[in-house]
Every structure is written in structure tokens, then in C-alpha cells.
């Protein structure tokens, strides 16, 4: 039974790939991947490449189909749903902000586009232009964009850091409820890269976002998340508080995992 | 006294195209001395690879040498003739392993092809690509690489295998000065380690005796340098030991990066960190003064006007109006 703290849960969720068209082979995407994500708290996802974070990711925003297993929003499946509502529930952010946006359009385009999701709904309400560019500049102002610095600009004329704070704004004028963030950091400098956590970690605290924050750095895993997950080769091998999951790991790929990391206070025994 | 292997003096180095001229690497100088392992650190975009390509003496296309000398081991990189350095310099006293490594081999031959190339190159003698194996097969066994990787392509290896043969062909003539550039930043944290171990098996073992690494992750280079030097915007800003630059940074711009690096420690989930506002500077147009002075928080108004020197004070060298003492005022 799904309990009332419970936003999101994902049970047995499976997806295999397969390659070739005659002589197929069968390549393991995710294997039953099941957790729950709790409102109002940042779940991370840790492994490297290849693990299966972004096939989990990708599942959960609806962009790929499972091979098997469920996706429960509120308790209600993903299949159920008419993908726009579901859209208005869950959002994402990816890992590649130069890509997201078309070179032709100003960045403002995406954010007006935003729009045509919320309007198109049984609700039918319709936002005149002043209402919009006002949603638009507000979003902005949460995370901390100067709206007259960015708005009728081309994406190449901004930096990577101010792109990846576009697309948390865009996603944050449709309200959702979940928000996938799938290595929102990795094109990022390291001295603008803690101002996006930031950022993530106020709209926790500000509007009890729920979170799934995908990552093959467990430094900022361990900085911004109530529990975390392991996954290693598309299965889950640990899963608990982030203290407990980095400090006193339980399983042996997660040991091997955190004692390769290096730490700016150690050095190894080589 | 350890002997001198490189010897930098007020380094430029800009890119120069249809886009205007980019200040990429601007007066740099430092010292590298036998058994040093020297960390390079800073944001994308802050000239070290720029850095490491000009002290190789063929900085390619767009990026222009414009002054300043570099000495290896008594070659005067840039005053000697361009054979001289191909023949007698590249591989013999200073090795580079570029940072896109993964695709600097030739993917349509095998390995030992490519080493027989650069054995050729070198020696003057041709090798056949079986030679070239036998030559090699001991220094990949020291470096615990299988020999049969020599009989591979490029796309039956995996990353981290790609980077350690070419890091393993690269010092197969015992430079004395190895460059690295970012070694293991596409890698995962298992093959980084081994990427490290592997580095610093070569030291140890007296293969390299020096080694320029740049990376922008600090707590790598923490694992293997005695010294790093932090760059910003074309600059250094400061240059150390290890343990002094990451246990008591004295530039703000330092004690901004080692907090923005979140390694996995406990003191990072204590309280919220703070980051800094604003971007890295567009370095066609670099800012007046100090180079760090429109992010700083602790800027004065010497910053904005003048260029703060690079001062040595407590064993390190650190270039910020900050530390510097009345007397360096004036320059």
C-alpha cells in the first residue's frame, strides 16, 4: 500500500536493450529497479558509467519504454496517464545544456513554449502575454537569473552555467511536483558548479521539491541528497541515508566505489 | 642542490584568430626541478592545457608563442630549429600526453605499428611492428600491461587501457620531464585510480623523474604532486606544496576552489558552502588589475587597478595585493 509520504515509487523496473537485427543480443539497460522517492527529499542516484542511472532516468520521465515494471506517480501508473498531465508532474533537467537549446531561437522560445504544455491541459486556462513574461521573469528570479541580463539572448552568447539555470527555471514554471536531474553539473566549471546545488538544494527547502539526483560524483551526491542509491551493472546494490551509504558501506562494490574516490585530506597507501 | 629541468620565464601564449586574440596563457614563470611532481589546477578555460602545449614547442593551430623562454635541460625550445627538436628533444627529454589521448592513436593500425612509427621517428632506424613489440614488452610488463595489447586496434581497448598504453609508449625513452594534461578526466573512478598507481609507479621506479599534471580535480592531484600550482585566467595565482595549498590557502580564489571541489568528506554536509557569484572572465577582454578582482569578496581597491606580482611569502609564491606587504607596493 502506498503510504501518503510516498510521491513516486518504481517497482521491479527492467528494461533490456537489444542490439543487431538478426542475430540479436540482449544487453542489460536496468534490472528490477525498485525504490520510492519520499516528498520532499533529494534521492540520489550513484555509479559509473554504464550503470543505468540515466536508463532509470530516462524511464521515469516516459521518454523510454520499460521492457517491465511499474512507475507510480501518487499511486497512479505512468500508463494510465495522458503524458501531458504526467509531464505536469515530472520534469527534467539534463546533463548537456549547450544541446537543449535551438541555436536559432533566442532562450526565451523554450520558456514561452513552456506554455502551450500548461494551457493544453482539461483546466484550459490561458495566460495573456504580460502573465507569462511575468511567470517567466519570477522563475528566473528563483534561481537567481538578472531576467534583463538573459531574456532575448542567443544560447551561445551565455555560459553554461546560466543555460543550466534556464532549464531549471523552465521546468520550474510548470510546478512539478518531481524533478529529475539527470548530471545537471558534469559541463559545468567547478566555481559556478556549487551555485547550481545551491540552487537545487533552496527550492528543496522553499517548495518541498521532490528530487532524483543522477550522479557519478559522489562528493556532490553525498552534499545534496537524504538517502542515497548504488547502482552497479543496471541493478541497485545499495540503498539507504547518504551518511550511512559513503561512511559505513555495507556492500562491496560501494567499499571499492568510495575508497577510489580520492579525498583532499588523505592520501592513499600506494 | 636538485638540478634545474625546466625553467619558465613570463610565458605568453595567445590564440589568435577570426574571433579576436584570446590571452590565453599571460606571463607565466615557474621552476621545475629534478624529482618534482608539479599539479597543475584550475576551471576549464584557465590555459593549462594552452600552458602545457606551449612548453612542448609546437602549440598547433590558432595558438601563437609571443614570448618569454622556456629552458629544458639547456634546449632553448623555442631558438632551437624545428628538426633539433623533433629528433633530439620530443620523447628523449620532454613527452606530452595530450589530453584527448583516447583518440591520438591511429585507428586503422595496430599499436605496435604505431610504436614502430614513432621508434623510427626517433631512432633513425626502421623496426617492423614485431621489433617494435619486443621492445616494448618489458616496460609494459613493468607497467603490469599485457603484452598482447600491443597486437590490438585502438577500438578493441577500453578508455582507461587506451590512456595507460599511451601514457606506457610515451615513456618508453625515459623523458626527463613528462606533461600530462587532464589524465584522468574521462575516466571513472576505478580506472583513475589505476591511472594514479600507474603514474606514480613510474616516479617511484626513476622512469620520470619530473611531471607537469593538470587536472581541474584537486584531490587527484593531492595522490601524486608535491607541488600545485593553481591558475585563473591566463595567471598564477598561487603555487605551493601541496599540503599548505590545500590546508591553508592564502588566495581567495584558492580557498574558493577547494570548497567548490566537494570531495566526499564529512565537513561538507555541516553547513551549507558558499559559492561565488559570476563567471570565469572572457579572456579576449581580461579584466583590469587583478584578474580574480570582480568575483573576489575580500577586493580592495588596488585590485581593480593593478596587477598584484606573484611574491614569495611563508615557502610559497602567491600574487594578491592581500599578502602582498607595503614594500612590494611599489613594483
Given at each position: 500500500?502506498l503510504?501518503?509520504e510516498e ?9 533490456y ?20 522517492l519520499k ?10 558509467s554504464g ?8 524511464m ?5 519504454k ?16 495522458n ?5 505536469k ?33 482539461s ?11 511575468k511567470?517567466?521573469?519570477?522563475s ?26 534556464l ?12 524533478l529529475l536531474a ?11 558548479r ?14 518541498g ?11 556532490q ?13 543496471g ?24 575508497a577510489?574516490?580520492?579525498?583532499l ?6 | ?25 599571460d606571463?607565466?614563470?615557474l ?11 584550475g576551471e576549464?578555460g ?12 609546437t ?15 639547456g ?6 630549429t ?9 620523447c ?42 619486443e ?15 600491443l597486437d ?13 598504453a599511451?601514457v606506457a ?7 626527463s ?25 613510474l ?6 623523474k ?19 600550482a ?9 603555487l605551493?606544496?601541496t ?7 592564502f588566495?581567495?580564489?584558492?580557498k574558493?576552489l ?13 553547513e ?12 579576449r ?15 580592495m581597491?588596488i585590485?581593480?587597478?593593478q ?16 599578502c ?5 607596493y611599489?613594483?
Amino acid at each position: 500500500m502506498l503510504s501518503k509520504e510516498e510521491i513516486l515509487r518504481v517497482e521491479n523496473l527492467t528494461k533490456y536493450y537489444t542490439l543487431g537485427y538478426i542475430f540479436t543480443k540482449k544487453v542489460i539497460g536496468a534490472e528490477n529497479v525498485t525504490f520510492d522517492l519520499k516528498r520532499g527529499e533529494i534521492l540520489s542516484i550513484v555509479g559509473e558509467s554504464g550503470s543505468g542511472k540515466s536508463t532509470v532516468a530516462n524511464m521515469i520521465l516516459g521518454l523510454i519504454k520499460p521492457t517491465s515494471g511499474k512507475i507510480l506517480l501518487d499511486g497512479k501508473d505512468l500508463l494510465m496517464f495522458n503524458k501531458k498531465d504526467y509531464w505536469k508532474s515530472v520534469q527534467g533537467v539534463f546533463q548537456d545544456p549547450y544541446s537543449t537549446f535551438n541555436p536559432f531561437y533566442t532562450v526565451d522560445k523554450p520558456l514561452i513554449d513552456t506554455f502551450y504544455l500548461l494551457e493544453s491541459t482539461s483546466e484550459n486556462r490561458k495566460f495573456s502575454k504580460n502573465e507569462r513574461e511575468k511567470i517567466i521573469r519570477e522563475s528566473l528570479k528563483t534561481v537567481g537569473i538578472i531576467p534583463d541580463e538573459i531574456l532575448g539572448r542567443y544560447p551561445h552568447q551565455l555560459s553554461g552555467g546560466q543555460l543550466q539555470r534556464l532549464l531549471i527555471a523552465r521546468s520550474l514554471i510548470i510546478c512539478p511536483e518531481v524533478l529529475l536531474a539527470d548530471e545537471p553539473t558534469s559541463m559545468i566549471d567547478a566555481s559556478t558548479r556549487l551555485a547550481i546545488l545551491n540552487e537545487l538544494l533552496e527550492l528543496k527547502e522553499a517548495r518541498g521539491l521532490s528530487m532524483l539526483f543522477i550522479t557519478h560524483d559522489v562528493g556532490q551526491a553525498y552534499y545534496l541528497s537524504d538517502r542515497t542509491i548504488v547502482m552497479e551493472k543496471g541493478k541497485i546494490v545499495e540503498i539507504g541515508p547518504a551518511e550511512e551509504v559513503f561512511f559505513q558501506p555495507k556492500c562491496e562494490y560501494t567499499k571499492r566505489l568510495v575508497a577510489s574516490v580520492p579525498k583532499l585530506h588523505e592520501v592513499w597507501n600506494i | 642542490m636538485n638540478s634545474v629541468v625546466l625553467r619558465v620565464q613570463d610565458l605568453k601564449g595567445y590564440y589568435k584568430g577570426t574571433f579576436g586574440v584570446i590571452y590565453a596563457v599571460d606571463g607565466v614563470s615557474l621552476t621545475i626541478e629534478k624529482g618534482d611532481i608539479l599539479g597543475l589546477a584550475g576551471e576549464s578555460g584557465c590555459g593549462k592545457s594552452s600552458f602545457l602545449k606551449l612548453i612542448t614547442g609546437t602549440p598547433g593551430s590558432l595558438l601563437n608563442y609571443e614570448g618569454g623562454t622556456i629552458e629544458v635541460e639547456g634546449y632553448n625550445i623555442y631558438k632551437i630549429t624545428a628538426k633539433k627538436l623533433r629528433k633530439e628533444v620530443k620523447c628523449k627529454v620532454i613527452s606530452y600526453v595530450p589530453q584527448s589521448a583516447l583518440n591520438a592513436l591511429n585507428p586503422t593500425i595496430q599499436l605496435k605499428s604505431f610504436v614502430a612509427d614513432m621508434l623510427r621517428e626517433r631512432t633513425g632506424h626502421k623496426y617492423s611492428g614485431n621489433e617494435a613489440r619486443e621492445l616494448l614488452t618489458n616496460h609494459f610488463k613493468m607497467l603490469n600491461l599485457d603484452k598482447h595489447v600491443l597486437d590490438l586496434y585502438p577500438h578493441q581497448l577500453s578508455g582507461g587501457m587506451k590512456q595507460r598504453a599511451i601514457v606506457a609508449i610515451s615513456t618508453y625513452s625515459n623523458p626527463s620531464l613528462l606533461l600530462i594534461d587532464e589524465p584522468t578526466s574521462s575516466l571513472d573512478v576505478t580506472s583513475q585510480k589505476r591511472m594514479v598507481e600507474m603514474l606514480l609507479f613510474l616516479y617511484k621506479s626513476g622512469t620520470i623523474k619530473s611531471m607537469i599534471i593538470s587536472a581541474h580535480d584537486v584531490s587527484m592531484l593531492r595522490q601524486i604532486c608535491n607541488r600545485i600550482a593553481i591558475m585563473y585566467a591566463g595567471k598564477i595565482v598561487e603555487l605551493g606544496k601541496t599540503d599548505d595549498i590545500i590546508n591553508n590557502p592564502f588566495h581567495p580564489y584558492t580557498k574558493l576552489l577547494m570548497v567548490s571541489l566537494l570531495p566526499l568528506e564529512k565537513w561538507i554536509k555541516k553547513e551549507k558552502l558558499n559559492s561565488v557569484e559570476g563567471k570565469p572572465p572572457d579572456l579576449r577582454s581580461p579584466p583590469s588589475g587583478c584578474r580574480f578582482h570582480p568575483r573576489c569578496t575580500e577586493c580592495m581597491d588596488i585590485c581593480a587597478s593593478q596587477l598584484p606580482p606573484l611574491i614569495e611569502k611563508e615557502g610559497r609564491f602567491v600574487s594578491c595585493w592581500l599578502c602582498s606587504q607595503e614594500d612590494h607596493y611599489v613594483k
